[in-house]
C-alpha cells in the first residue's frame, strides 16, 4: 500500500494554473525527488500534500486526505521542511525544536523527559548542539536550515517533505543532513518527498524521480531514466554531460560560448 498517493491534482494560484492532473505513489520507505525548473510546481506539490492547500483531485496520506485532518494529528502524519519558514522572534534553537513535539504534549501540559531527549538526539545528530542556546536570528543560512529540519525531524512523523533542504548548506553538511534522512528511512520506514534542484544529489539518494515542467508530471521513474541529457536539455534548457556511475547519473554542466582565438563574445541565444 502506498503511503503517499496523489490523483488529478491540480491547482492554481492568482488564477493561474501550477499544477495539472499529477499523479503519485509513494511507497512506505521510499524517497521521491521532484526535480524540474524555476515555477514548475515542485513547492505547490508538497503544500498540497501537507494538507496546506486546497486543490482539485485526491490527495491520501495512507487513507486519510491530509485536509480534513486536525492539525495535531496532520502533524503526526506529516512533517514538511519549507524553504522560507515561519521563526518566531526572540526564540532560541532548542524551544524552536522542541516546538516539533507540540503534537505529542497536552494542551495544558509541559514537554516530558522524553521530549527533551528527542530535541537533544536530534541536535546532536544534526551538528547543532552547541547552538541551542542560540538566538535564531543570529544563525547563518546554512545553521538555520539545520535548524528547521531539526523540528522536523523531531516530530517524528512517517512522512517527510523536505523543499530544497540543502541549498544553504556546505558540502559537509548536505551529506551529512542527506546521510541522516536516508538512514531514517531505512532504519524507520521514513517516507520522504523533496524538492531538489541538484540533480545528482536527487539521483544519488532518490528512488524514484518525477520531473515537472509548466505544473505536468513530464517524466517518472528511476533517476538513471529520467535524468539524461535529452530531458534536461528540453525541460530546463541547459547543455549538461549525464555520465552514468554505480551510484546513479553525475551531471555535469557544459561550458558554452568559450573564446576561441580570433572570435567575438558569443551571443546570449549561443549560450542558451
Known sequence: MSRVRVRR???ALGGQPVLRGIDLDVRTGEWLALIGPNGAGKTTLLRAIAGLLRVDGQVLIDADDPAELRPRDLARRVALVPQQPTLPPGMTVTDYVLLGRTPYI???????NDDLDVVAEVLGRLDLEGLGHRELSSLSGGELQRAVLARALAQQAPVLLLD?????????????VLELVDGLRHLDGLTVIAAMHDLTTAARYADEVV???????VASGPPETVITTE???THY????HVIPTDDGPVVVPQRLGRLRRGAGVPALDERA
Open 106 to 112: 497536552s494542551y495544558l501540559g509541559v514537554e516530558s
Open 9 to 11: 491534482v491540480a491547482a
Open 211 to 217: 520531473l515537472l515542467a509548466d505544473g505536468v508530471a
Open 231 to 233: 530531458t534536461i536539455r
Open 237 to 240: 534548457g541547459a547543455h549538461v
Open 164 to 176: 530544497e533542504p540543502t541549498s544553504a548548506l556546505d558540502i559537509g553538511h548536505v551529506q551529512q
